[in-house]
T-cell receptor, first 113, second 113 residues
Framework: SQQGEEDPQALSIQEGENATMNCSYKTSINNLQWYRQNSGRGLVHLILIRSNEREKHSGRLRVTLDTSKKSSSLLITASRAADTASYFCATASFMNRDDKIIFGKGTRLHILP | DGGITQSPKYLFRKEGQNVTLSCEQNLNHDAMYWYRQDPGQGLRLIYYSQIVNDFQKGDIAEGYSVSREKKESFPLTVTSAQKNPTAFYLC????????????FGEGSRLTVL
């Protein structure tokens, strides 16, 4: 079963605008991570937020986490054409020393020139 | 350079044949993971290993097998029992213990004819 569900499934915006993607999950987590994937390539880690954190920034990325609602959002500010990619959230749960990391279905982001 | 290497990048096989996908890492990571990705879909966990000579089933382990005889290597065999083996397979690794990002290979695309 997939833990995270991203919303929207696809997003097209003009270059320079901000892009917001959301992720909801079902069970308790230790941390939540966001990854980026260019078509046909491996995933690249963007940012990690721990369960006791509420917000984190990295360059043009801002991630929020609301554990009471079991949801997270990824904001990309001042989007560029090079940001066109698929974005995935992944949840890590360390129950019983079991280091399982589960991905959602992703949001396909397309930046229009 | 440190990294994770998957081979082959593309693989074609006839139905009924077993195939083995290679995954090697020189990052000295303890944990390794195999995911399957279907077109336009997220990643689904097949198997993962937290330590040499030990591995756990993920959400879709049926029809697959793995081994972890060396820390650096985590090969995946797609057996003839896997009903829909055509997919993009991604291997990843990470440092053990709780937090930490996944480092991905560039993937292996398997097509069964």
């Amino acid at each position: 079963s997939q833990q995270g569900e991203e919303d929207p499934q696809a997003l097209s915006i003009q270059e320079g605008e901000n892009a917001t993607m959301n992720c909801s999950y079902k069970t308790s987590i230790n941390n939540l991570q966001w990854y980026r994937q260019n078509s046909g390539r491996g995933l690249v880690h963007l940012i990690l937020i721990r369960s006791n954190e509420r917000e984190k920034h990295s360059g043009r990325l801002r991630v929020t986490l609301d554990t009471s609602k079991k949801s997270s959002s990824l904001l990309i500010t001042a989007s560029r054409a090079a940001d066109t990619a698929s974005y995935f959230c992944a949840t890590a749960s360390f129950m019983n020393r079991d280091d399982k990391i589960i991905f959602g279905k992703g949001t396909r982001l397309h930046i229009l020139p | 350079d440190g990294g994770i290497t998957q081979s082959p990048k593309y693989l074609f096989r006839k139905e009924g044949q077993n195939v083995t996908l290679s995954c090697e890492q020189n990052l000295n990571h303890d944990a390794m993971y195999w995911y399957r990705q279907d077109p336009g879909q997220g990643l689904r966990l097949i198997y993962y290993s937290q330590i040499v000579n030990d591995f756990q089933k993920g959400d879709i382990a049926e029809g697959y097998s793995v081994s972890r005889e060396k820390k650096e290597s985590f090969p995946l065999t797609v057996t003839s029992a896997q009903k829909n083996p055509t997919a993009f397979y991604l291997c990843a690794s990470k440092s053990h213990l709780n937090t930490g990002e996944l480092f991905f290979g560039e993937g292996s695309r398997l097509t069964v004819l």
